[in-house]
T-cell receptor, first 112, second 117 residues
Framework: DGGITQSPKYLFRKEGQNVTLSCEQN?????MYWYRQDPGQGLRLIYY???????QKGDIAEGYSVSREKKESFPLTVTSAQKNPTAFYLC???????????FGNGTRLTVT | AQKVTQAQTEISVVEKEDVTLDCVYE???????LFWYKQPPSGELVFLIR??????QNEISGRYSWNFQKSTSSFNFTITASQVVDSAVYFC??????????????FGTGTRLKVLA
């Protein structure tokens, strides 16, 4: 079955360490997105990519970085510059602009 | 700028009651899409419906119905005869094209629905 796989489901890191969250899709979707979810704040857009080797900053890109070397993969790195990295991270993809987003199961990152 | 407002943070109803979740949006574009998603406790967002800006027909799917009114920039979601399994966080979202040709999706803050047995 096609879908989006995020790994790991839970991730724990010490403050000051960079950490990379994996997102892989086998839906053949062009567009991919990373969102951050905090209690009471809904989903906020971190980065998005329409095609391979191209991506744009979302509303809260500071302290994050991404790459899009393959159509299927859109990893997110949470750097030590991110002031409050503990959150639930969701990866999504869509086949065309305006199509529904398909979401992964999310990664819950805890930084202490 | 685009914005989606879900003013209801949390709603509690007793099973079999009807409940309406409100969504108000802001956009400058004439072409856009509106969505509703359900997020159960497991965390994954489940797509429920998409509406484009040119289709104001209301839609019904089983116990779910949606009311899209461009005049008030609202896209409300009603659950009829609610069930405990409807308990979840519901998100309204807006998608519109950017000048680069990509699409940006903006989400509201969500409404937590609790259906009590």
């Amino acid at each position: 079955d096609g879908g989006i796989t995020q790994s790991p489901k839970y991730l724990f890191r010490k403050e000051g360490q960079n950490v990379t969250l994996s997102c892989e899709q086998n839906l053949n979707h062009d567009a991919m997105y990373w969102y951050r979810q905090d209690p009471g704040q809904g989903l906020r857009l971190i980065y998005y990519s329409q095609i391979v080797n191209d991506f744009q900053k979302g509303d809260i890109a500071e302290g994050y970085s991404v790459s899009r070397e393959k159509k299927e993969s859109f990893p997110l790195t949470v750097t030590s510059a991110q002031k409050n990295p503990t959150a639930f991270y969701l990866c999504a993809s869509s086949i065309t602009g305006g199509s529904p987003l398909h979401f992964g199961n999310g990664t819950r990152l805890t930084v202490t | 700028a685009q914005k989606v407002t879900q003013a209801q943070t949390e709603i509690s109803v007793v099973e079999k009651e009807d409940v309406t979740l409100d969504c108000v949006y802001e956009t400058r574009d004439t072409t856009y899409y509106l969505f509703w998603y359900k997020q159960p406790p497991s965390g994954e967002l489940v797509f429920l419906i998409r509406r484009n800006s040119f289709d104001e027909q209301n839609e019904i799917s089983g116990r779910y119905s949606w009311n899209f009114q461009k005049s008030t920039s609202s896209f409300n979601f009603t659950i009829t005869a609610s069930q405990v399994v409807d308990s979840a966080v519901y998100f309204c979202a807006l998608s519109e094209a950017l000048t680069s040709g990509t699409y940006k999706y903006i989400f509201g803050t969500g409404t937590r629905l609790k259906v009590l047995a």
